[in-house]
Protein backbone atom coordinates (compact mmCIF):
# COMPACT_ATOMS: atom_id res chain seq x y z
CA UNK A 1 0.00 0.00 0.00
CA UNK A 2 1.72 3.50 -0.96
CA UNK A 3 0.36 6.05 1.26
CA UNK A 4 1.71 8.60 -0.53
CA UNK A 5 -1.11 7.92 -3.41
CA UNK A 6 -4.39 7.51 -0.44
CA UNK A 7 -3.96 10.82 0.50
CA UNK A 8 -3.31 14.32 -1.08
CA UNK A 9 -3.72 17.92 0.37
CA UNK A 10 -3.23 21.14 -1.19
CA UNK A 11 -1.73 24.04 0.25
CA UNK A 12 -4.28 27.07 -0.54
CA UNK A 13 -2.33 29.67 0.01
CA UNK A 14 1.28 27.94 -2.05
CA UNK A 15 -1.30 25.21 -4.17
CA UNK A 16 1.52 22.63 -2.63
CA UNK A 17 0.32 19.27 -3.36
CA UNK A 18 0.82 17.79 0.21
CA UNK A 19 1.01 13.57 -0.14
CA UNK A 20 0.81 10.77 2.32
CA UNK A 21 2.76 11.40 5.53
CA UNK A 22 3.04 15.36 4.64
CA UNK A 23 -0.66 15.46 4.47
CA UNK A 24 -1.39 13.67 7.70
CA UNK A 25 1.25 16.02 9.52
CA UNK A 26 0.23 19.06 8.15
CA UNK A 27 -3.22 18.44 9.27
CA UNK A 28 -2.15 17.34 13.02
CA UNK A 29 -0.15 20.71 12.48
CA UNK A 30 -3.11 22.83 11.81
CA UNK A 31 -5.43 20.85 14.90
CA UNK A 32 -3.11 21.70 16.86
CA UNK A 33 -2.13 25.13 16.16
CA UNK A 34 -5.56 26.31 16.21
CA UNK A 35 -6.42 28.16 19.06
CA UNK A 36 -9.95 27.73 20.91
CA UNK A 37 -12.43 30.07 19.51
CA UNK A 38 -10.48 30.67 16.23
CA UNK A 39 -12.76 28.72 13.72
CA UNK A 40 -16.27 30.53 13.52
CA UNK A 41 -19.03 28.56 15.42
CA UNK A 42 -16.48 25.26 15.93
CA UNK A 43 -14.88 26.36 19.35
CA UNK A 44 -15.10 22.65 20.27
CA UNK A 45 -12.07 22.21 17.12
CA UNK A 46 -9.09 23.45 18.05
CA UNK A 47 -6.64 23.24 21.50
CA UNK A 48 -6.75 25.08 24.65
CA UNK A 49 -2.73 23.76 24.97
CA UNK A 50 -1.85 27.57 25.47
CA UNK A 51 -3.57 27.38 28.86
CA UNK A 52 -0.64 25.74 30.31
CA UNK A 53 2.67 28.02 29.53
CA UNK A 54 2.30 29.45 32.48
CA UNK A 55 1.64 26.43 34.17
CA UNK A 56 4.65 24.68 36.52
CA UNK A 57 6.20 21.94 34.85
CA UNK A 58 5.54 19.19 36.22
CA UNK A 59 4.02 15.37 35.69
CA UNK A 60 0.37 16.58 36.61
CA UNK A 61 0.90 19.24 33.77
CA UNK A 62 2.54 17.65 31.15
CA UNK A 63 0.16 14.51 32.03
CA UNK A 64 -2.85 16.83 31.33
CA UNK A 65 -1.03 18.47 27.98
CA UNK A 66 -0.33 14.72 27.00
CA UNK A 67 -4.32 14.05 27.67
CA UNK A 68 -5.48 16.97 25.25
CA UNK A 69 -3.31 16.43 22.25
CA UNK A 70 -4.32 12.57 22.37
CA UNK A 71 -7.54 13.82 22.73
CA UNK A 72 -7.45 16.15 19.89
CA UNK A 73 -5.94 14.01 17.45
CA UNK A 74 -8.38 11.06 18.33
CA UNK A 75 -11.45 13.24 17.78
CA UNK A 76 -10.00 15.51 14.50
CA UNK A 77 -7.20 13.34 12.53
CA UNK A 78 -9.13 10.44 11.27
CA UNK A 79 -6.66 9.22 9.36
CA UNK A 80 -3.97 8.09 12.07
CA UNK A 81 -4.16 5.98 15.71
CA UNK A 82 -2.07 7.39 18.27
CA UNK A 83 0.08 5.43 20.02
CA UNK A 84 1.61 7.86 22.13
CA UNK A 85 2.31 11.58 23.58
CA UNK A 86 5.36 12.85 25.27
CA UNK A 87 5.74 16.09 26.91
CA UNK A 88 9.18 17.17 26.33
CA UNK A 89 9.64 20.42 27.27
CA UNK A 90 7.54 22.99 28.57
CA UNK A 91 8.08 26.29 29.13
CA UNK A 92 6.26 30.07 29.02
CA UNK A 93 7.24 29.96 25.51
CA UNK A 94 6.50 26.94 24.34
CA UNK A 95 5.00 23.55 24.49
CA UNK A 96 7.30 20.58 22.80
CA UNK A 97 5.47 16.76 22.68
CA UNK A 98 6.40 13.99 20.55
CA UNK A 99 3.35 12.09 18.83
CA UNK A 100 4.34 8.45 18.08
CA UNK A 101 1.35 7.08 15.61
CA UNK A 102 0.55 4.24 13.27
CA UNK A 103 -1.40 4.64 9.86
CA UNK A 104 -2.18 1.19 8.05
CA UNK A 105 0.95 -0.75 9.77
CA UNK A 106 3.07 2.35 8.99
CA UNK A 107 4.72 3.59 11.86
CA UNK A 108 6.50 7.10 12.45
CA UNK A 109 7.04 9.87 15.07
CA UNK A 110 6.34 13.00 14.66
CA UNK A 111 7.79 16.09 17.17
CA UNK A 112 5.79 18.74 16.97
CA UNK A 113 6.52 22.33 19.21
CA UNK A 114 3.87 24.13 19.74
CA UNK A 115 4.39 28.13 20.58
CA UNK A 116 2.53 30.83 21.50
Known amino acids: MDIEKLFSDINPKTLEIRD ?8 MGNVLGISRYQIPGRPEFATDIYKYLHE ?7 GSIETEVEQLLANYVDRIIVESVICNHLSSQMVSVDISYTYKQISRTKSFQIKR
Not at 56 to 62: E, F
Open 20 to 27: GFKAIESQ
Open 56 to 62: PDDIITR
